[in-house]
């Protein structure tokens, strides 16, 4: 069973010629009608996250500026980024699809959540919208459910690191962060010797790939790496920032994966989940729309066993080293930590 947010009309979060268009929701919802669900498919309105939701994880004095500034008519926050009179609600929608999954989810103990939402949320920080992200979408989500006691999960496969939602939770011990990623590449964060705060050392695992880096070398940093405290942490929620801009003809980088690939992760970090209905995927990066469609066809299909046709996965790629080389650092930082500790 898949629970996903029914789309409000975000037609007003618009430039021309930004690469973050509504085009990839229709991409992404193409991808879901090809696995042909049916009754399968549980389509629940998107609600908007409350001040105190998203006041868990942003600044209250940015989230007065962003409104401000959006019903001022918006304009260009940084190079990257933008906003329209109607980004102010589209976002709040984004930040409480994720929480309206989720409550479904819970209520009926089974299924898997997929969040469609755009912007895009995990480079936003706690006062800072960038990288396309107004709100975050998946630390809404999971201060959500640590506040009723949960340890949660967030592991992020988009080809950029997500800076915003590793500072938000940098201090968390409830929360653990792992992020597969280009390096260098924007936003320039995301070293493997940054591994979290004083009262949440080793809850941040970063592991930077080397442009090119096929879906076997990811699979085995996220087995090599993550895998051993992820076993250790024992997360009661899996939440993933699921990004297909590491798919091989996406636009903006250079890592070499394939929608076979994100079908093979997806179903490698179902298997952390420890029970049904307990995993929610969130949209974040993609922009080659038929990479959006066949990913995320490809990914849900896996978790959910239906038949869809896949890119067969990638092997051979650059990156292996990389995957040694931040074990080790991560390893240094580690210990560097406990010596301050003492």
């Not at 696995?35 to 989230?63: C, F, K, M, N, T």
């Not at 936003?187 to 809850?203: K, T």
């Not at 049904?276 to 038929?290: K, M, Q, S, T, V």
């Not at 869809?308 to 080790?328: C, Y």
């Amino acid at each position: 069973m898949l629970v996903i947010n029914g789309s409000i009309d975000d037609a007003g979060h618009v430039e021309p010629g930004h690469p973050e268009r509504p085009d990839r929701l229709v991409a992404a919802m193409q991808g879901v009608a090809d696995l042909h669900l049916g009754d399968d498919l549980v389509v629940v309105p998107a609600q908007a996250a409350s001040r105190a939701q998203l006041a868990r994880v942003h600044e209250a004095s940015y989230l007065d500026e962003l409104g401000a500034f959006c019903f001022a008519g918006g304009g260009d926050i940084d190079q990257d980024t933008f906003a329209t009179y109607d980004s102010w609600s589209v976002a709040q929608h984004g930040a409480g699809a994720g929480i309206a999954v989720i409550e479904e989810l819970q209520r009926r103990r089974d299924g898997v959540g997929f969040i469609a939402a755009r912007p895009p949320g995990h480079h936003a920080s706690r006062d800072r919208a960038m990288g396309f992200c107004l709100l975050n979408n998946v630390a809404v989500a999971a201060a959500e459910l640590t506040r009723s006691g949960e340890r949660v999960l967030i592991v992020d496969w988009d080809v950029h690191h997500g800076n915003g939602t590793q500072s938000i939770f940098w201090n968390d011990p409830n929360v653990l962060y792992v992020s597969t990623h280009q390096w260098p590449l924007f936003p320039g964060s995301g070293g493997a010797r940054e591994i979290g705060g004083l009262s949440a050392v080793g809850r941040t695992i970063n592991i930077p790939l080397p442009a090119g880096a096929t879906g076997d070398v990811v699979h085995r940093a996220l087995d090599e790496v993550a895998a051993p405290v992820i076993d250790e942490f024992a997360p009661t929620w899996v939440l993933v920032s699921a990004g297909f801009d590491a798919h091989r003809a996406d636009p903006l980088a250079e890592l070499a994966l394939a929608s076979g690939d994100f079908a093979i992760l997806a179903r490698a970090i179902a298997a952390c989940a420890p029970r049904p209905g307990r995993l929610a995927l969130f949209l974040e990066g993609g922009y080659d729309l038929g990479a959006v469609r066949r990913s995320v066809a490809a990914t849900l299909g896996a978790l959910l066993g239906a038949d869809v046709e896949t890119e067969p996965p990638t092997k051979g790629g650059p990156g292996a080293e990389a995957v040694t080389h931040a074990q080790s650092e991560r390893m240094i930082a580690t210990r560097r930590a406990a010596e301050q500790n003492e």
